[in-house]
């Protein structure tokens, strides 16, 4: 059996005050189009379809019109799960009406936990829909006091799968958690990945996943995969924040044969607009081809720059953040040791600002010229 994997959509997203709709409307058309090439047997979305509970209008039609090409005009079933950014209830709803059509969405984590059976040549696989919940609600939906943290909860939930398994199947599970090779603490794959906890009892040990012949996760958004090459992120669908930028974006066709084993393939997306860092002088910015990517900007220039986000624009109009490199490092140094400045003549004020801005002295010719500055200001003032 073929499918493909993918997740972390996140319709609706903002990023620094910019609507990402238009991008994601292009990735998906690539996406479906990708689709339509590979002719899978089912398509899985492994949460985080929106980016909020309440998605803008655009966006939902959006999800509508690319579910409508998948399902209804390619006859492909999606199988899809809400995230933690998504609104449970609002995406579980008309699930029943939905499923005869091929669109299995599973929003609201309920007691009985039924998986989704598709058959190729070989029999049936089943697809194991758990949808994101906090520990306190499958603490209270199932009376288990013992459920503290997600790994509990998901520990949880794995054994009632578990404990109703078809042995002559394949098993695919389908969640949204932040699994890591032993349940410790690791660090997100990038700033907008939103916590699901606080304090840090979100991560979940993979090893619980063994059992499955592959395990399809959303939530970290660069494509990877947990302790065994079975047990998988695919990373979403587009870059969302500056510290995706390395990132490589794209869906996972697997391919699951008689016994189980998988041929994992990952399949890159190319987007409207890339999400970049760009580090240089304003000269040298001038001089650079004009470019619609979002670009987060870095100034090298020694002194301040007027202007500096209508210029870049010039070159880069969808330029997202402007900031002059040592102005950031003056912003986040403390030191509590610096020289007072009480008692500074101008020149002594001015050496101190000049290192304190440029981490470097001021050159002769520089200070000859604040000098003669310094005394234009005191003759005016006689």
């Keep these: 059996m073929k499918f493909i994997h993918t997740a972390d959509w996140h319709l609706g997203k903002l990023v620094q005050g910019t ?193 499955f012949h592959y395990t399809a996760l959303g939530h970290l958004h660069q494509a990877h995969y947990v302790l065994d090459e079975k047990i998988r992120y695919s990373g979403s669908i587009l870059k969302y924040s500056l510290s995706e930028e390395h990132h490589q974006k794209g869906y996972l066709v697997v391919e699951l044969d008689e016994k189980g084993a998988i041929q994992v393939e990952k399949k890159s997306l190319v987007p409207k607009r890339d999400i970049r860092s760009v580090k240089m002088k304003m000269e040298e910015i001038y001089n650079q081809p004009r470019s619609e990517d979002y670009v987060f900007v870095q100034l090298l220039d020694v002194l301040p720059v007027l202007s500096p986000m209508e210029k870049v624009r010039s070159i880069f109009p969808n330029a997202m953040h402007v900031e002059r490199i040592r102005t950031a490092v003056e912003r986040n140094r403390h030191d509590e040791k610096q020289t007072p400045k009480t008692g500074m003549s101008e020149m002594e004020l001015f050496d101190a600002f000049y290192q304190e801005v440029t981490e470097q002295e001021a050159s002769e010719e520089m200070n000859a010229m604040m000098k003669e500055i310094f005394q234009e200001i005191q003759d005016a003032d006689k």
């Excluded at 799960?81 to 449970?88: C, E, R, V």
């Excluded at 936990?113 to 696989?125: M, N, Q, R, S």
């Excluded at 939906?141 to 054994?159: G, P």
């Design 19 to 211: 609507y990402m709709t238009e991008d994601q409307a292009y990735i998906l058309d690539a996406f479906v189009e990708a689709v339509e090439q590979e002719k899978p047997d089912a398509v899985i979305i492994a949460g985080d379809l929106y980016d909020r509970a309440v998605p803008p209008v655009e966006a939902v039609d959006l999800l509508d019109q690319t579910l409508d090409r998948i399902v209804n005009q390619s006859g492909i079933p999606v199988l899809a799960i809400s995230g933690n950014h998504d609104s449970p209830g609002r995406l579980h709803f008309g699930s029943r009406l939905m499923k005869d059509k091929g669109y299995h969405i599973i929003g609201q984590l309920s007691e009985h936990i039924k998986p989704v059976v598709l058959t190729d040549a070989f029999g049936e696989v089943h697809f194991h829909l758990v949808p994101y919940a906090d520990p306190s609600v499958v603490k209270t939906l199932f009376q288990e006091e013992t459920i503290r943290s997600h790994q509990d909860a998901t520990a949880f939930l794995v054994e009632q799968i578990k404990a109703n398994m078809d042995k002559d199947a394949r098993h695919v599970y389908v969640g949204h958690a932040f699994v890591t090779p032993s349940g410790g603490t690791e660090e997100n794959t990038s700033d907008s990945e939103r916590p699901l906890s606080i304090g840090g009892a979100e991560h979940v040990d993979a090893h619980l996943f063994e059992d």
